[in-house]
């Protein structure tokens, strides 16, 4: 076997493999004498064919089987013997035959990665932690969660609920189908869209108000964005909520069973410290990633750009087809996942290139304080730790994000590191978002 490559570009190679005419012969040669033996010729009892018939017949067909065959082994020879990574699949085309078996091979290689850049990278790394007046905070967004409502004898305020029958119209064509009927609203909460609640302050039951206001430009319904839209508005009930008081009876709904507070609050401030942890370290992951893509430049292969954006592309396509969409009418420009494909792709390769030159060993005792951390936010834990430990693809994914967390304490040790400190709720409502 006889094996060139020539560089086309920064990552693309063209390998040419020739094998010698007279090893295709004899391994054509030895798979016809072993179909002889079974197939079955009219005329002839089977196995009894003259081989030349055989070789007539069949000769054609083997031959490309055993090209196949031999693309098949010596392509992963040849890039063994050349020492190339191809990322991908390669394009692969035969050549003229009349000199022995030649084809060429078309494909990418993984770039070469250098490192010198994460040495003193700037990296704010947040610092928060839980007060007692953040434990209070929960309690009461605790009490929001289990408001109750009572009808008020006024007129309506911000947060109170309104029950309202309305109806609207876009350049005189209305597009709520006649009236909704008994429509409750949360003024504030934002179910509505912008200017709406607003309006329904000030009114009382039995009140009717008429009022415009504009539909978002990027609202979902095309023949409604950004128009103009009058609405007829009238109030059947206005509610006020009433908070719960923080008594025993609340504080065992919450999973203290002897209603005690100082219990409840302990309870409060272990989860809320668990979330703090968490978000910290996302937090400090994304930094470190932000800096990194900037410090360290890599050229990315097309090929593994492509298959990024096509698992980008798979929920909208999943989505698509449970509602029954032609994948087709899907308006899903490449160019609009192309740069955070290119991203996850360009952070994927530095990161194994950093665990490899690192030389950072998995750390199984990481993983299983991962696993157990996890698992806390369940009502039986110990049923969470066991169904990761029960199937190695579940805990490959946990091992995978250990490494990379490993991954990324190396980074930081190498980076230029200040403190930012947050409150815990800048830091977990940052997170949401």
């Known amino acids: 076997m006889q094996v060139s490559v020539e560089k086309t570009s920064e990552l693309s190679r063209k390998m040419v493999v020739s094998v010698p005419e007279e090893v295709v012969q004899q391994k054509v040669a030895e798979r016809l004498k072993s179909l002889s033996k079974n197939v079955k010729i009219d005329g002839f009892r089977p196995g009894k064919a003259p081989q030349q018939v055989i070789n007539k017949l069949y000769g054609e067909r083997v031959r490309g089987e055993v090209t196949g065959d031999l693309i098949q082994s010596t392509y992963f020879e040849a890039l063994a013997k050349e020492q190339l990574r191809p990322a991908g699949y390669p394009n692969i085309h035969s050549a003229d035959q009349s000199e022995g078996f030649k084809y060429t091979a078309e494909f990418e290689v993984y770039p070469e990665i250098s490192l010198d850049g994460v040495n003193g990278m700037e990296i704010k790394r947040p610092v928060a932690e839980v007060t007692e007046s953040d434990i209070d905070a929960m309690i009461e967004k605790l009490r929001l969660r289990n408001k109750t409502w009572q009808t008020a004898e006024r007129a309506s305020q911000a947060q109170d609920r309104i029950t309202i029958t309305f109806s609207g119209s876009v350049d005189g064509e209305n597009f709520t189908d006649g009236k909704v009927e008994n429509y409750p609203v949360e003024i504030g909460a934002g179910q509505m869209i912008p200017g709406f609640e607003d309006n329904l302050i000030g009114l009382a039951a039995a009140e009717q108000k ?30 006020e909520s009433v908070l719960p008081e923080v008594d025993a009876e609340f504080i065992k709904k919450h999973g203290i069973e002897d209603g005690d507070m100082a219990a409840f609050r302990e309870d409060i401030r272990n989860t809320m410290e668990r979330q703090l942890t968490q978000a910290l370290a ?152």
């Open 210 to 239: 008429i009022f415009t206001t504009a539909f978002p430009e990027n609202y979902g319904k095309e023949s409604l964005a950004g128009k103009a839209a009058e609405f007829e508005v009238e109030v059947i009930k206005v509610e």
């Open 282 to 433: 996302a937090r400090l992951k994304n930094a470190v990633m932000d800096a990194l893509y900037g410090a360290v430049q890599v050229t990315v292969p097309n090929a593994l750009i492509d298959g990024e954006i096509e698992n980008l592309m798979a929920p909208y396509k999943e989505n698509a087809k449970k509602r029954k969409v032609k994948l087709e009418e899907l308006d899903l420009p490449r160019d609009l996942f192309e740069e955070q494909a290119r991203r996850r792709v360009a952070l994927g390769l530095i990161l194994s290139d950093v665990i490899d030159k690192g030389e950072i060993k998995l750390d199984d005792t990481r993983v299983r304080n991962t696993v157990e951390e996890m698992a806390q936010n369940y009502e039986q834990p110990q049923d969470v730790i066991n169904w990761y430990y029960a199937d190695e693809k579940r805990l490959d994914e946990i091992k995978n994000m250990v490494l990379e967390d490993q991954a990324v304490d190396w980074l930081v040790a190498k980076a230029k590191v200040q403190d930012e400190n947050l409150s815990f709720y800048d830091l977990m409502d940052n997170q949401t978002r």
